[in-house]
């Protein structure tokens, strides 16, 4: 492996730390070298906190060697001022002469700018290490912002026939399909996204919470579709446990075509992720409007005989992995807005 591509890709891997933190800012990481070893390591703090390059610089011990080192960053710093002073500025100010970036900053705020500062300051700038893996680590930020809506995933467990709920079910509580394994991945993810999305008949059949208990972490914002504005306050997703967004007739319109309007009302709302985790109607909907990123499809071993079937999709198939009996396929939209 080629050295920058070695420590690029130590950069990704502690950037992953951020996960489910970070948003609206990219999870970004950043390593420093000096004489070929990692000197310094930094990952984006929770969102308000300092960012990768920041972190990176003040955990090296010896500030003196900076400005022989080099730094290495998953995108490019920064260049203006938000919650934090630029990135650029930092590294400027503290002389390090070499800087390795994997991919640039498409975000209008940055968008190059960062990059021209370190220039015009005498630094030497390598950008596009590893820049296919770096953009695919940023998918969340860059969808945000150059397709104007959050990164959407669709989440949803079939039976072995392909049913997604029964015919008839005894209680309003969740029908499993699959194994404790695969819900507690469930309960992981939800704390990896911003939010997570249901629609009317989910909440009204099942109850759920929506919040994070088989895992630990932060609960994601919960959004509810809810047309007439008809759900009790009594249900679990009312509980005060998590954030929650109630989508009614008073903030889109459900006469038209609902995936683009709830994408631009959630975009609006900083909302960078969400996983839909509705029935068939909510996730057809995204569907056919092709106004999602990944498909994350659970298939268990029982069966229905009848019942609702799973949503009817194209997408190319990304992984495939079994978790103890369930199957778990998740796919890629080629094609998404």
């Known amino acids: 492996m080629k050295i920058h591509e070695k420590y690029i890709n130590r950069c990704i891997e502690i950037a992953n730390n951020g996960l489910g933190t970070t948003a609206p800012n990219p999870m970004v990481g950043s390593v420093i070298v000096y004489n070929n070893l990692i000197i310094g390591e930094g990952f984006t703090s929770p969102f308000g906190g300092s960012h990768a390059e920041v972190n990176a610089i003040q955990s090296v011990a010896d500030k003196a060697l900076l400005k022989e080192a080099t730094l290495y960053v998953t995108l490019e710093p920064?260049?203006?001022?938000?919650?934090?002073?630029?990135?650029?500025?930092?590294?400027?100010?503290?002389?390090?002469?070499?800087?390795?970036?994997?991919?640039?900053?498409?975000?209008?705020?940055?968008a190059g700018n960062g990059i021209k500062n370190l220039i015009e300051a005498?630094?030497?700038?390598?950008?596009?290490?590893?820049?296919?893996?770096?953009?695919?680590?940023?998918?969340?930020?860059?969808?945000?912002?150059?397709?104007?809506?959050?990164?959407?995933?669709?989440?949803?467990?079939?039976?072995?026939?392909?049913?997604?709920?029964p015919k008839t079910r005894d209680a309003q509580k969740p029908v499993w399909i699959t194994n404790e394994f695969s819900r507690q991945l469930v309960h992981k993810w939800r704390t990896e996204e911003h939010a997570i999305l249901v629609g009317t008949n989910t909440v009204t059949t099942d109850n759920p919470s929506l919040t994070v208990r088989d895992w630990t972490g932060r609960n994601p914002i919960r959004i509810v579709l809810d047309r007439q504005q008809k759900l009790s306050n009594a249900l679990h997703i009312f509980n005060g446990e998590a954030e929650t967004i109630h989508?009614?007739?008073?903030?889109?319109?459900?006469?038209?075509?609902?995936?683009?309007?709830?994408g631009g009302f959630l975009h609006r709302k900083n909302i960078?992720?969400?996983?839909?985790?509705?029935?068939l109607q909510t996730l057809q909907t995204f569907i056919n409007e092709d106004i999602w990123d990944e498909a994350r499809v659970f298939t268990g071993k029982s069966t229905f005989l009848e019942g609702t079937k799973a949503p009817s999709f194209s997408g190319e198939l990304n992984s495939e992995t079994a978790i103890m009996d369930d199957m778990l396929h998740i796919y890629r939209n080629k094609s998404a807005h």
């Not at 934090?84 to 940055?110: R, Y």
């Not at 960078?272 to 029935?279: C, D, K, L, M, T």
């Open 272 to 279: 960078q992720s969400v996983i839909i985790e509705g029935g």
């Open 122 to 165: 005498g630094c030497k700038v390598t950008v596009g290490v590893l820049e296919d893996e770096c953009q695919e680590h940023h998918k969340r930020f860059f969808t945000f912002h150059n397709k104007k809506r959050p990164y959407i995933i669709l989440k949803w467990a079939e039976t072995a026939d392909g049913f997604i709920a």
């Open 78 to 110: 920064c260049s203006h001022f938000g919650k934090t002073p630029p990135c650029s500025n930092l590294i400027i100010e503290h002389g390090i002469p070499q800087v390795v970036i994997g991919t640039v900053d498409t975000h209008s705020k940055v």
């Open 247 to 262: 989508l009614t007739k008073n903030e889109i319109n459900f006469n038209k075509p609902l995936a683009h309007q709830i």
